[in-house]
T-cell receptor, first 113, second 113 residues
Framework: DQQVKQNSPSLSVQEGRISILNCDYTNSMFDYFLWYKKYPAEGPTFLISISSIKDKNEDGRFTVFLNKSAKHLSLHIVPSQPGDSAVYFCAASIPPNTDKLIFGTGTRLQVFP | KAGVTQTPRYLIKTRGQQVTLSCSPISGHRSVSWYQQTPGQGLQFLFEYFSETQRNKGNFPGRFSGRQFSNSRSEMNVSTLELGDSALYLC????????????FGDGTRLSIL
């Protein structure tokens, strides 16, 4: 049972345009969400997070939106750059008494010139 | 500040053997968690250790075990290896636990022949 789903395995975007990566979850108990970026042969790198008490968090070119009623979050990258080409994972955390970190299967983003 | 260090980077074993992977967290981080990454499955949470105690556990069989030492370094052991255990094993550390961004190592690539 995949509690965190990234239904698009890949995405291709032109440099300078917006990249939108999507993530859906099934467990309404999740209260903290994160996005990680992973280059080949390296470990994931934390990008941005959002708590369930917010619906938007912004950090430079990266913005995460959370729609709790739809159990959906998205990562917007504006403008996209070739260096953003990587695999992006969303992750969700359950409150401390059953604390786990659940990752999606990842979306491979390719930004072309 | 040194990052999370995992050793070895690559490992080849045969079925039925056992293996121990090592992880040195960022200095001062007390939480160490382990993940298995396989194609199509994303990152799957194995377990988390905090101050030498296993605090959280994912849905893996008992062949997968771990421990954490007083200096926060952690080891993961897999016994009676199976072909399906071939994967990238990632370790991550944080100050307080899974409700904070995780800092990942570059992983150990385990191949089972």
């Amino acid at each position: 049972d995949q509690q965190v789903k990234q239904n698009s395995p890949s995405l291709s975007v032109q440099e300078g345009r917006i990249s939108i990566l999507n993530c859906d979850y099934t467990n309404s108990m999740f209260d903290y969400f994160l996005w990680y970026k992973k280059y080949p042969a390296e470990g994931p790198t934390f990008l941005i997070s959002i708590s369930s008490i917010k619906d938007k968090n912004e950090d430079g070119r990266f913005t995460v939106f959370l729609n709790k009623s739809a159990k959906h979050l998205s990562l917007h990258i504006v403008p996209s750059q070739p260096g953003d080409s990587a695999v992006y994972f969303c992750a969700a955390s359950i409150p401390p008494n059953t604390d786990k970190l659940i990752f999606g299967t990842g979306t491979r983003l390719q930004v072309f010139p | 500040k040194a990052g999370v260090t995992q050793t070895p980077r690559y490992l080849i074993k045969t079925r039925g053997q056992q293996v121990t992977l090592s992880c040195s967290p960022i200095s001062g981080h007390r939480s160490v968690s382990w993940y298995q990454q396989t194609p199509g499955q994303g990152l799957q949470f194995l377990f988390e250790y905090f101050s030498e105690t296993q605090r959280n556990k994912g849905n893996f069989p008992g062949r997968f075990s771990g421990r954490q030492f007083s200096n926060s370094r952690s080891e993961m052991n897999v016994s009676t290896l199976e072909l399906g255990d071939s994967a990238l094993y990632l370790c991550a550390s944080s100050l307080g636990g899974l409700h904070q961004p995780q800092h990942f190592g570059d992983g150990t690539r385990l191949s089972i022949l």
